[in-house]
């Protein structure tokens, strides 16, 4: 089965350091994905990991452990404008097939002024 | 470039309707993707196009559900005898060739069954 959570909302003050958890049971692993998705919007890609460790972007690094089964979002200098939700997606395969990805349901972030 | 473009945005209609949703992925991709999100939740895999083969399709999606890529360009999902549980935002994404290439979402389709 696949399995991924994420904590529901978290809250957090314009300037600060925020960190998104996942973590994922998956059939396979082929890759984690991050999302950013406003409301009544399209999610947009922020960051991709496939390899243990961090991928720094920017205000944004995302970090894997595959043997954890774990990956976190880390926002820094928060801007009032992330507020959004943010969406862990894993790629369960690699294959002609299995091209799909699973998404866990979200956190809804708040930024404060 | 001009993303992936999804039409109608908004279609409200009596339940038993048939509705029919199109999708524009980015021209260079071959792949195109169909999910289907409600509210508070991350969207939920419907199923899965490689230029006009519908490679995989989710157990969720029930035989009054239908998609098509007719010459591997645009998308249409179809879904017959609607229900009130087909309330739901209906996302296209795409993406290109081989390698760990990230889906591009369209705005999707708010689909609201009276």
């Known amino acids: 089965g696949q399995n991924i959570d994420q904590p529901t909302e978290m809250t957090a003050t314009e300037g600060a350091i925020v960190q998104i958890n996942c973590t994922y049971q998956?059939?396979?692993?082929?890759?984690l994905f991050w999302y950013q998705q406003h409301a009544g919007e399209a999610p947009t890609f922020l960051s991709y990991n496939v390899l243990d460790g961090l991928e720094e972007k920017g205000r944004f690094s995302s970090f894997l452990s595959r043997s954890k089964g774990y990956s976190y979002l880390l926002l820094k200098e928060l801007q009032m404008k992330d507020s959004a939700s943010y969406l862990c997606?894993?790629?369960?395969?690699?294959?002609?097939?299995?091209?799909?990805?699973?998404f866990g349901p979200g956190t809804r972030l708040s930024v404060l002024p | 470039d001009t993303g992936v473009s999804q039409d109608p945005r908004h279609k409200i209609t009596k339940r038993g309707q048939n509705v029919t949703f199109r999708c524009d992925p980015i021209?260079?991709?071959?792949?195109l993707y169909w999910y289907r999100q409600t509210l508070g939740q991350g969207p939920e895999f419907l199923t899965y196009f490689q230029n006009e083969a519908q490679l995989e399709k989710s157990r969720l999606l029930s035989d009054r559900f239908s998609a098509e890529r007719p010459k591997g360009s645009f998308s249409t999902l179809e879904i017959q005898r609607t229900e009130q549980g087909d309330s739901a935002m209906y996302l296209c994404a795409s993406s290109y060739g081989t390698g760990h290439q990230p889906q591009h979402f369209g705005d999707g389709t708010r689909l609201s069954i009276l």
């Open positions: 997606a894993v790629r369960p395969y690699y294959n002609r097939r299995g091209q799909n990805f699973v």
């Open positions: 998956t059939s396979g692993f082929n890759g």
């Open positions: 021209s260079e991709h071959n792949r």
